[in-house]
């Protein structure tokens, strides 16, 4: 079974991914994936730079992805553009791990993929668990962890579709806005409940 791990911006989604890892499930990260498309030499990099020009390079010719994401945050058709090199490479990666962790006899595999229902993978999962918290909640991680005043964590928000939404959407749901245990006995329960449903 195929599970999209997904939620919002600051939700605590890496978290739960690392408990699922401590757990010893497979865990296929999107934005790993994303990040290794994007170095030198890959397919994606190459159409990066000849779209958005070697301004965007650092002085070792990797993508300087702060200058890249203030482009792509700030202009919708610029991101669009962004998007459509790189996620047919991150999702043709995430495939091929996905079908060796099942050679592999794993049954439960996750692909971490925090823009899910943005880009509409929901056809490369079985189920979709969502990592949640309230959205006052979410602002005030985004601000604190990434240093963003309330107009910039503002605006990285609405870059994505509003977390009630998602919530609405997941066939499992894990509530991130207690303690770190609270959350490990969600993701216990979690699985759990995937090992009942593959064995009933």
Not at 106 to 117: A, G, H, N
């Amino acid at each position: 079974m195929i599970l999209g791990l997904t939620g919002g911006i600051a939700c605590g989604k890496s978290t739960v991914s690392g408990m699922l890892r401590e757990r010893g499930i497979t865990v296929i990260d999107a934005d790993q994936i994303a990040r290794q498309v994007v170095e030198p030499g890959m397919p994606a990099y190459e159409a990066i730079v000849r779209h958005f020009g070697t301004d965007i390079l650092l002085p070792d010719r990797s993508i300087n992805r702060k200058k890249l994401g203030s482009i792509v945050f700030s202009d919708e058709s610029e991101r669009q553009v962004l998007n459509a090199l790189v996620h047919p490479e991150v999702r043709k990666v995430m495939r091929e791990q996905a079908e060796a962790a099942e050679r592999a006899g794993e049954k439960i595999v996750f692909m971490d993929i925090p823009l899910l229902f943005e880009s509409k993978l929901q056809h490369m999962v079985d189920k979709i668990v969502v990592v949640y918290v309230p959205a006052e909640i979410q602002l005030q991680r985004l601000m604190e962890r990434d240093e963003l005043d309330l107009e910039q964590a503002t605006k990285r928000l609405r870059a994505q579709l509003p977390i009630e939404w998602k919530k609405e959407q997941a066939d499992y749901l894990i509530d991130n806005q207690g303690t770190r245990e609270e959350t490990e006995q969600q993701v216990e329960r979690l699985l759990l409940t995937l090992r009942t449903e593959l064995t009933g």
